[in-house]
């Protein structure tokens, strides 16, 4: 066997969802900060404006059930908008049809935290430094996998107490910038 064949063996570039153990993950995650996508689901009026933010139901990290954002790691070999599609297929299932950039910039960076008093945004589980996007969904989004529901709310309820308070992790903040990114923050 040519040389060049067995290092493909092990080589493998394609993301692929068991790269790890959940015990090497583990050990991992407790030494090393991991990559994470955020994605901020949103629906656009005509000018494409953000008329709605969407938001899923369910069982977050720290044993609440949460409103959240998508939000999921980055694969081994994967880009950033490889990563997106993915989070965004397995949580608001194949009809959602996102508007994925070519060359995807994140609107802010998050850095969640074991310590919830570090950053503000926090991860009982690691360190995750997550790149946050907005991205405009122009199919029908429904709950898949994890999620338990989801809901499509105005910009003016996305900023409101309420939405907040339903939120844990820092992720509600992550939906007010993005709000003001876009220059929809009431």
């Known amino acids: 066997m040519p040389h060049w064949v067995a290092v493909t063996e092990w080589i493998d570039l394609e993301p692929d969802h068991n790269w790890l153990s959940e015990d090497d993950l583990d ?17 656009l009026d005509e000018l494409g404006r953000v008329t709605h933010i969407g938001l899923l139901l369910r069982a977050m990290a720290d044993g609440t059930i949460s409103r959240a954002i998508v939000s999921g790691r980055v694969l081994w070999g994967e880009t950033l908008r490889q990563a997106l ?13 996102p508007r994925i950039p070519s060359s995807p910039t994140p609107f802010t960076i998050a850095e969640y935290m074991p310590d919830p008093e570090m950053t503000g945004y926090h991860d009982p589980r690691q360190h995750a430094v997550s790149l ?35 939120m844990t992790g820092g992720q509600d903040r992550i939906v007010r910038i993005a709000l003001a990114f876009t220059g929809r923050l009431p």
């Open 27 to 43: 050990t991992i995650r407790g030494r090393v900060p991991m990559v994470y996508v955020d994605a901020v689901p949103v629906r």
């Open 85 to 97: 599609a993915r989070n965004l297929d397995k949580d608001l299932g194949p009809t959602a049809f």
């Open 132 to 166: 946050a996007f907005i991205v405009p969904i122009e199919g029908e989004a429904a709950p898949s996998q994890e999620a338990l529901d989801f809901v499509w709310i105005t910009s003016e309820e996305a900023a409101g107490p309420g939405v907040s308070a339903e």
